[in-house]
């Protein structure tokens, strides 16, 4: 990624599910609050997209993906979300923390 910046983080992954009526859904995310989603926040100028998302390249441990971060009201910092494929690949689970990089 040309011109990417990086973002080297350590959160702790969650687990929100819904309570809708048909089915239930449940989502695994990681939080990027404090001065990081500052500096991505910053990074990102004239970088997002719908409902303020932005794309990134995620790292963990030895599995890279593409997929965007969103900005998340209850921090005022951003949301990742987690793909059941890393969590198994990884072996991680909601509760545990995470080491991330992230490239805008």
Do not use: C, N
Not at 38 to 49: D, N, Q, S, V
Not at 87 to 99: L, N, S
């Amino acid at each position: 990624m040309t011109g990417a910046e990086t973002f080297d983080l350590t959160a702790t992954l969650w687990l929100w599910t819904s309570a809708g009526k048909e089915r239930a859904m449940a989502w695994h995310f990681l939080t990027i609050d404090g001065q990081t989603s500052a500096e991505i926040r910053f990074a990102a100028l004239g970088r997002t997209g719908g409902f303020g998302s932005i794309p990134v390249e995620v790292r963990i441990g030895t599995t890279t993906w593409r997929t965007s971060i969103f900005p998340h009201r209850d921090s005022g910092g951003y949301i990742l979300p987690i793909k059941a494929a890393v969590r198994k690949r990884e072996g991680i689970g909601a509760g545990d923390e995470v080491a991330v990089s992230l490239t805008l």
